[in-house]
């Protein structure tokens, strides 16, 4: 786990926010992450990040689940134990329909939302850095990882002058450990980081 | 980008008061960081109270057999499906709002759709209970699920519609509460982050999964909703088609009918929003929620109820004219002589469904009555009265006379332990109910500070003087190039 240093901009208007992030970008600071207390439609693409792929991981699964159900019942009503329905038709499609839908709509779904989570690295006792508390109830967060070139004051005074009210430097581990929030046990040593 | 979108004067904000994002947190997390009132006390405890009334149903039924309910041998089917179409039904409502409504682009879904949600999920609870208890000997209820066993192995049948039943509740329930709880992720985040006390951030940074409100995660969380929105859209659709045809693909007088699956669907709908105005109505008033569950939320369900109040009415003639016109003897004898004469056993309850659910709701073509909320609570549980003897009426009068006069049934009524479990599904509703009302965020906050800005009234005000400066203007100042 990588233990970097990081200057952080706090924001409170998304209308300052946005022209920040572009004037930070095209100056060539490397923005880390955006925290915001709510969806903002677009500052992915002003951020430069790419679409997510999560809906083919959708489609995927839901094929599964289809193939599943018709697999499953097929194999069962026709070979494994061939039951006799009032001399119905042993491959009964039109009567599968249902279950088959239920069992796309129920993979799909299932593993869309652990895909989610493994993605996001979201789980019950995962505990990362926070660098605003308030970046959950009104204030968006902008941080930039400072690299051994970064002059930090510099990377300061320019985020003031994008518009950032609150500007602070942070060492901080970017993955995830586990741990819970009532207790301040950090895995990390910021001893020894300039 | 949305939050700056051009958004019509025409619409009625959504928002009400000067709110910024900092308030909208505070007003809406305010209730949950609070001592529980005494209202809330009094309300836990009396739905424990009837929760516990349905364990000792319960379990009589399961010590002493089903034989404890009047159910018999023609009646075979009576309060206890009842119970469980009507509970289904409620549930329908929580997902048309979190998802199709989230597919038409309906920002007022925004302030009710996490307790719609959380109602889905508690209804589908209660529903699931009456088929699971009504096996009789319910320790070998994992007999309906498919697996490789030791009895042959035995298969269940995958062409009836009983086990259709099965996947769909399974699955819709297993959906709803995916959906309802990755919307909670970051809701449990901003609790987790301004919580004083240790255990509330203990409890909330395990429910929160670690969230930060990463702009990366914002963007899987969004395409994540609307594809489960994708998904739930049809699922809702299936679920209570499926329930239709539980009776509809059986040989049954009444049952037999093709308008099923519309007509459930739109009386579950129909319910659905009648039991979200009930809770919704006490919950804004009680938790001061009044800001963001406003008028208009109340206006535009009310619209929802009488176009679905009639789409069932007209299903209910249709059934009636199909009856005389299929000119089938015993479906003909099942409408007029069960149902629509007033005189025989169950006459009465077709009146009260038609009453309930056709004539009553006709009230909300007045916007008058539509805004007004005493009208609208009581008509609220009008409607969910109506629905359940709906059901009632599908069930029961359409079996209580059977094909032969000698298997006839004697008049049923249920037994205290049939109404004791359906005291104690009550029970188990508003339990959770109230637990979710006192530790969850009864609206979505992240979701409201999303349209804040646009449906805001504040906002609203503010995008009236821009627009009289000037059009070119007011794009220039607001767009920006992605």
């Not at chain 2, 004083?196 to 899987?220: E, I, N």
Request: hydrophobic share 45%; with cysteine.
């Amino acid at each position: 786990m990588a233990v970097k240093k990081f200057v952080v901009g706090v924001f409170t208007d998304e209308k300052v926010l946005f022209p920040a992030v572009k004037k930070v970008r095209s100056a060539g600071y490397k923005i880390h992450d955006v925290y915001t207390p709510m969806p903002i439609h677009g500052l992915d693409h002003a951020m430069g990040l790419r679409e997510t792929s999560l809906h083919t991981a959708g489609f995927i699964y839901g094929i599964t689940g289809t193939t599943t159900a018709l697999s499953c019942i097929g194999w069962i009503f026709n070979s494994d134990w061939p039951l006799n329905f009032g001399g119905k038709s042993h491959f009964d499609l039109p009567a599968w329909i249902p279950i088959t839908f239920e069992l796309t709509v129920l993979f799909s779904a299932v593993g869309m939302v652990l895909t989610f989570c493994y993605l996001c690295q979201l789980a019950p006792f995962v505990r990362k850095h926070h660098f605003n508390l308030r970046a959950t109830d009104d204030q968006f967060t902008m941080v930039i990882e400072c690299t051994e070139k970064t002059n930090e004051a510099e990377v300061s005074s320019f985020l003031q002058s994008v518009g950032a009210v609150n500007i602070n430097t942070q060492v901080a581990e970017t993955g995830w450990w586990l741990g819970r929030y009532d207790t301040d046990k950090l895995p990390y040593n910021t001893q020894g980081l300039n | 980008m949305a939050a700056f979108r051009y958004e019509s004067q025409v619409r009625p904000g959504l928002v009400d008061g000067s709110k910024d994002y900092h308030q909208v947190t505070e007003d809406i997390i305010g209730p949950i960081e609070a001592a529980p009132t005494r209202g809330w006390w009094i309300g836990f405890i009396i739905s424990v109270a009837c929760l516990i009334f349905g364990i000792i149903s319960v379990t009589t039924q399961v010590i002493y057999g089903v034989g404890q309910w009047n159910l018999q041998k023609t009646i075979g089917w009576g309060w206890d499906i009842t119970n469980f179409v009507w509970w289904v039904g409620i549930g329908h409502a929580g997902t048309l709002i979190s998802a199709i409504l989230l597919l038409f682009r309906q920002q007022w879904r925004t302030g009710v759709n996490r307790a719609a949600e959380a109602m889905t999920i508690f209804a589908v609870m209660c529903a699931g209970q009456f088929p699971i208890w009504h096996m009789g000997r319910v320790w070998l209820a994992f007999f309906i699920m498919p697996y490789p066993n030791t009895r042959g192995p035995l298969w269940p049948n995958f062409n009836s519609p009983l086990l259709w039943d099965v996947f769909a509740i399974s699955t819709y329930f297993t959906v709803s509460l995916l959906f309802w709880y990755s919307g909670l992720l970051p809701d449990m985040a901003t609790i987790r982050d301004r919580a004083k006390l240790k255990w509330r951030k203990a409890f909330y940074g395990v429910a929160a999964f670690g969230w930060t409100g990463s702009t990366k995660h914002w963007q899987r969380h969004e395409a994540l909703s609307l594809v489960l929105a994708g998904l739930s859209t049809p699922l809702v659709l299936s679920v209570h088609t499926i329930v239709s045809f539980d009776f509809a693909t059986s040989v049954i007088p009444g049952w037999h009918t093709t308008i099923f699956p519309p007509y459930f669907v739109a009386g579950a709908v129909f319910s659905g929003f009648a039991m979200v105005q009930t809770l919704l109505i006490v919950t804004r008033k009680v938790l001061k929620l009044e800001d963001y569950i406003t008028m208009e939320h109340v206006d535009v369900m009310n619209k929802i109820i009488v176009l679905t109040g009639s789409i069932v009415g007209v299903a209910y003639l249709t059934e009636l004219f199909i009856s005389w016109y299929g000119q089938n003897k015993f479906e003909g004898y099942e409408f007029a002589q069960n149902r629509v004469n007033i005189f025989s056993p169950y006459g009465w309850s077709y009146y009260l469904m038609m009453g309930c659910n056709v004539l009553s709701p006709q009230i909300f073509w007045f916007r008058k009555m539509r805004r007004n909320l005493t009208v609208t609570f009581f008509m609220s549980v009008i409607v969910n009265v109506g629905m359940w003897f709906e059901r009632f009426v599908i069930i029961v009068t359409s079996i209580y006379r059977d094909y032969l006069p000698s298997s006839w049934a004697t008049y049923y009524a249920p037994s205290i332990w049939e109404i004791g479990f359906y005291v104690g599904t009550f029970g188990l509703f508003f339990t959770c109910y109230f637990l979710f009302i006192k530790f969850f965020p009864v609206i979505a906050v992240a979701e409201i500070k999303h349209i804040l800005k646009q449906a805001g009234n504040t906002y609203k005000e503010k995008m009236t003087e821009s627009e009289t400066v000037s059009v070119e203007e007011f794009a220039h100042e607001h767009a920006h190039a992605h």
